[in-house]
């Protein structure tokens, strides 16, 4: 069974502290891990996808990466506008996704 | 390109009624669309799997009996949640996917709509 897991579960930062966010997965052909970003009310909204191990991805302040057994989400300087909760997910095959509990991240100004 | 659409965005229904909810791919065709339910502070929990042109398959514990889902064309599906109970309250997301899409496996997400059964 596909496992995706998350942490730390919520996170607040002051402006411009940088840190990063765990997501460990167990999964048997893993055909993507996924990062989205979600908004209070709304649906998911996609940032990454990495494919294989040693993969990086970025975008603005933030950078995915991927192992063996893990991803992180590395947020640089963030600001308040990145408060929101970053959720993980695997995919297996043609599988719909398998997603983590979430991070809820929070930026104080 | 590759949007989603939910309507509506939320409702409010009395326990025992049916509520409807679609699920659009405007400028893409989707051949396969997902819907998920999410619980305040928790992810999301897929509920079905459907295919244009044929049956849904749904997750284990998932009733197909009180979750109807249809999807009769390339760009629409429908969840039908019928005779509701307060049990049922939650945000309801659904995602589509193509093989016209950059990557064949992209998943898209609507915006969801919030159910509340009083």
């Known amino acids: 069974e596909d496992q995706v897991t998350q942490s730390p579960e919520a996170l607040r930062l002051q402006e411009g502290e940088s840190s990063s966010l765990n997501c460990s997965y167990t999964?048997?052909?893993?055909?993507?891990l996924f990062w989205y970003r979600q908004d209070p009310g709304k649906g998911p909204e996609f940032l990454f996808t990495?494919?294989?191990a040693g993969e990086e991805k970025e975008k603005e302040r933030l950078k995915a990466t991927l192992t063996k057994k893990e991803s992180f989400l590395h947020i640089t300087a963030p600001k308040p506008e990145d408060s929101a909760t970053y959720l993980c997910a695997v995919r297996r095959g043609r599988r719909a996704l398998t997603f983590g509990s979430g991070t809820r991240l929070q930026v104080q100004p | 390109g590759a949007v989603v659409s939910q309507h509506p965005s939320w409702v409010i229904c009395k326990s025992g009624t049916s509520v409807k909810i679609e699920c659009r791919s405007l400028d893409f065709q989707a051949t396969t669309m997902f819907w998920y339910r999410q619980f305040p502070k928790q992810s999301l929990m897929l509920m079905a799997t459907s295919n244009e042109g044929s049956k849904a398959t749904y997750e284990q514990g998932v009733e197909k009996d009180k979750f109807l889902i249809n999807h009769a064309s390339l760009t629409l599906s429908t969840l039908t949640v019928t005779s509701a109970h307060p049990e049922d309250s939650s945000f309801y997301i659904c995602s589509a996917t193509s093989p016209t899409t950059g990557d064949s496996y992209e998943q898209y997400f609507g915006p969801g709509t919030r159910l509340t059964v009083t």
């Open positions: 990495l494919y294989s």
């Open positions: 999964v048997s052909g893993l055909r993507g």
